[in-house]
């Protein structure tokens, strides 16, 4: 979460690299062969952005898998680092760019069925010794859709070499993972839960605003994240006590999830509204609460444990303190001690740091909606290029 990022702010800087006229979208072969992948997120999709601009990400994080912190608010990989999977025998002129969250790097891995073979996604703004003709990460934890009064600005610059051939940017995969930030401002914001729900049509407004603006730049294929329930998350339900009919049977905040699920509704007919305004662009609504939700509600039946506290943490009923967060150090006795620091076995947790989803979750997320098993239309990432016909 942190400090908001407008994604309309951090548009500019692919309109100042990407200024060329679109390009009239070739016919691909089944299945897409995506050449890049475009991310607009926030924390959820961050590979190292805030922390390559405001200071490393601190151990644990990253532990899982990758041995280290890598600029990622997890213990080791996001659902887009599994979307854009690198095939270790895979074309190395493919390109990855994400205006989203969280430190890139390239890291082997196998292809299966469903991934699209693109490297890890790396930050726009950790450009010192980057190449990015392999992608660039545009997304900051904290990003919102709407500019927020609270909201930092940066910006930065690439060598013409190293970006990607023009053409990639009519053929690539723009994924959208945002808009939980702008109903947790509200909230932030002392609004009531009415208020905030007022708030989502000027959202999606500006989340419309956004697709035009890719759209004029040649994008024409979108895969779009609804918003989970964060009323399940440890941060929510730390901050905001509830009274218990406010409390659903998983122990989640009600209201939290109402209005996620209202926004989802709104976002969904502002997906069909698009594919009128737009009919040579194909839209994908992906339905990710309905997943994560079924994930906490069902933890143990799908392995995990403890769906409500987070593995990273420091104490309290959610193992959450927003003074505390994970990886957190004091001073004791002339010693630096590790206040926060991750549970036994983070692969049977859903929960990170209380804001984020561990990696084993993460995959099981991904697992559930690579294949479109909850999409609209219900069509598998790798074939989202294809219009669907009525």
Same mark, same amino acid.
């Given at each position: 979460?942190?400090?908001?990022?407008?994604?309309?702010?951090?548009?500019?800087?692919?309109?100042?690299?990407?200024?060329?006229?679109?390009?009239?979208?070739?016919?691909?072969?089944?299945?897409?062969?995506?050449?890049?992948?475009?991310?607009?997120?926030?924390?959820?999709?961050?590979?190292?952005?805030?922390?390559?601009?405001?200071?490393?990400?601190?151990?644990?994080?990253?532990?899982?898998?990758?041995?280290?912190?890598?600029?990622?608010?997890?213990?080791?990989?996001?659902?887009?680092?599994?979307?854009?999977?690198?095939?270790?025998?895979?074309?190395?002129?493919?390109?990855?760019?994400?205006?989203?969250?969280?430190?890139?790097?390239?890291?082997?891995?196998?292809?299966?069925?469903?991934?699209?073979?693109?490297?890890?996604?790396?930050?726009?703004?950790?450009?010192?010794?980057?190449?990015?003709?392999?992608?660039?990460?545009?997304?900051?934890?904290?990003?919102?859709?709407?500019?927020?009064?609270?909201?930092?600005?940066?910006?930065?610059?690439?060598?013409?070499?190293? $970006?990607?051939?023009?053409?990639?940017?009519?053929?690539?995969?723009?994924?959208?993972?945002?808009?939980?930030?702008? $109903?947790?401002?509200?909230?932030?914001?002392?609004?009531?839960?009415?208020?905030? *729900?007022?708030?989502?049509?000027?959202?999606?407004?500006?989340?419309?605003?956004?697709?035009?603006?890719?759209?004029?730049?040649?994008?024409?294929?979108?895969?779009?994240?609804?918003?989970?329930?964060?009323?399940?998350?440890?941060?929510?339900?730390?901050?905001?006590?509830?009274?218990?009919?406010?409390?659903?049977?998983?122990?989640?905040?009600?209201?939290?999830?109402?209005?996620?699920?209202?926004?989802?509704? *709104?976002?969904?007919?502002?997906?069909?509204?698009?594919?009128?305004?737009?009919?040579?662009?194909?839209?994908?609504?992906?339905?990710?609460?309905?997943? *994560?939700?079924?994930?906490?509600?069902?933890?143990?039946?799908?392995?995990?444990?403890?769906?409500?506290?987070?593995?990273?943490?420091?104490?309290?009923?959610?193992?959450?303190?927003?003074?505390?967060?994970?990886?957190?150090?004091?001073?004791?006795?002339?010693?630096?001690?590790?206040?926060?620091?991750?549970?036994?076995?983070?692969? *049977?947790? !859903?929960?990170?740091?209380?804001?984020?989803?561990?990696?084993?979750?993460?995959?099981?997320?991904?697992?559930?909606?690579?294949?479109?098993?909850?999409?609209?239309?219900? !069509?598998?990432?790798?074939?989202?290029?294809?219009?669907?016909?009525?």
């Amino acid at each position: 979460m942190g400090s908001h990022h407008s994604t309309i702010t951090l548009l500019a800087a692919l309109l100042v690299l990407c200024s060329h006229p679109p390009l009239r979208t070739s016919a691909l072969s089944s299945p897409c062969a995506f050449p890049a992948i475009f991310n607009f997120g926030d924390s959820n999709s961050d590979t190292g952005g805030l922390s390559a601009a405001f200071g490393a990400v601190p151990p644990p994080n990253g532990e899982t898998f990758f041995g280290a912190p890598v600029g990622r608010y997890c213990d080791g990989r996001l659902i887009i680092d599994f979307i854009g999977q690198l095939e270790i025998s895979a074309r190395q002129d493919r390109c990855v760019w994400s205006f989203g969250k969280n430190h890139g790097g390239l890291s082997g891995g196998v292809l299966r069925g469903h991934d699209l073979g693109l490297p890890l996604l790396n930050a726009y703004l950790d450009s010192v010794g980057t190449n990015f003709s392999h992608g660039a990460n545009f997304a900051t934890a904290g990003s919102t859709i709407r500019r927020q009064n609270t909201t930092l600005f940066q910006t930065g610059g690439v060598f013409k070499d190293l $970006l990607p051939p023009l053409e990639y940017f009519s053929r690539a995969l723009y994924t959208l993972d945002v808009g939980q930030n702008d $109903l947790t401002a509200g909230y932030v914001s002392n609004m009531t839960t009415e208020e905030v *729900k007022a708030t989502i049509p000027d959202i999606l407004s500006k989340f419309t605003d956004v697709i035009k603006a890719v759209y004029g730049l040649g994008g024409r294929f979108f895969w779009i994240h609804n918003t989970g329930p964060f009323g399940c998350l440890p941060y929510v339900l730390d901050r905001y006590p509830l009274r218990a009919p406010e409390v659903d049977h998983v122990g989640c905040g009600a209201p939290f999830n109402e209005v996620a699920r209202l926004f989802n509704l *709104k976002l969904k007919e502002t997906v069909m509204q698009l594919r009128k305004r737009f009919p040579r662009a194909v839209f994908t609504y992906v339905d990710v609460y309905t997943v *994560k939700y079924t994930l906490i509600s069902q933890a143990r039946t799908h392995g995990f444990e403890h769906p409500l506290v987070a593995c990273c943490g420091h104490g309290g009923k959610y193992n959450f303190n927003v003074h505390w967060g994970c990886g957190a150090t004091a001073v004791v006795n002339h010693t630096k001690v590790l206040i926060s620091k991750s549970c036994e076995d983070p692969s *049977k947790r !859903i929960c990170w740091d209380g804001y984020h989803y561990t990696e084993a979750a993460n995959r099981w997320v991904y697992d559930q909606i690579v294949k479109g098993a909850f999409s609209d239309p219900p !069509i598998p990432v790798t074939m989202a290029c294809r219009k669907q016909s009525n």
